[in-house]
């Protein structure tokens, strides 16, 4: 499951950069992908708080505060159905 979700992720991500590298230059595209890879590891690592074991409330905090000025919204960019 993990798995997929990943290269979904990936998926989507290939397909902004395909979109915005026609609308950005060199410097803008650079930025867009250390921001992407910076979310990514934001979500890698609340994965792993979850797998830990620990409450997903404490989980969400710390992806908040690891996102914070990344991305849009409470769950860094990305929000999924419970």
Not at 10 to 35: M, P, Q, W
């Given at each position: 499951?993990?798995?997929?979700?990943?290269?979904?992720?990936?998926n989507?991500?290939?397909?902004?950069?395909?979109?915005?590298?026609?609308?950005?230059?060199?410097?803008?595209?650079?930025?867009?992908?250390?921001?992407?890879?910076?979310?990514?590891?934001?979500?890698?690592?609340?994965?792993?708080?979850?797998?830990?074991?620990?409450?997903?409330?404490?989980?969400?905090?710390?992806?908040?505060?690891?996102?914070?000025?990344?991305?849009?919204?409470?769950?860094?960019?990305?929000?999924?159905?419970?």
């Amino acid at each position: 499951m993990n798995n997929v979700l990943l290269v979904i992720v990936f998926n989507a991500l290939v397909a902004t950069l395909s979109v915005a590298s026609t609308a950005h230059g060199d410097k803008e595209i650079k930025e867009d992908i250390a921001r992407h890879r910076a979310i990514a590891l934001a979500h890698e690592a609340a994965a792993k708080c979850l797998e830990a074991g620990k409450k997903e409330d404490q989980c969400n905090k710390e992806l908040q505060a690891a996102c914070k000025g990344l991305a849009i919204g409470k769950f860094c960019g990305m929000k999924h159905e419970h």
